[in-house]
């Protein structure tokens, strides 16, 4: 399992979660099929956008998950399998 940003999010948003270290994002990806072509040993087995698990936490987020932009740009959970 892999959380990823997408390269917008990495650019453009400061991440709260690391806000207190000298750690910075330096890169990020659009979606699986993306980190599947940087480390293709692995192959996706499912993708799903930290929206849909907002959405039990916050209900506005049914409606913000609504947007296509807003799914585009958030985070995801990758599940992957190594070959072989």
Known sequence: MVET????????VKEKS???????????????????RIISEFSVQQEVSLVEGMKELMPIYHVIGK???????????IVMEKHG
Do not use: D, Y
């Open 5 to 12: 940003m997408s390269p917008f999010v990495v650019k453009h």
């Open 18 to 36: 690391i806000e207190g270290s000298n750690a910075k994002f330096t890169w990020g990806v659009k979606n699986g099929k993306e980190l599947q």
């Open 67 to 77: 947007i296509p932009t807003v799914r585009n740009i958030s985070n995801k959970i």
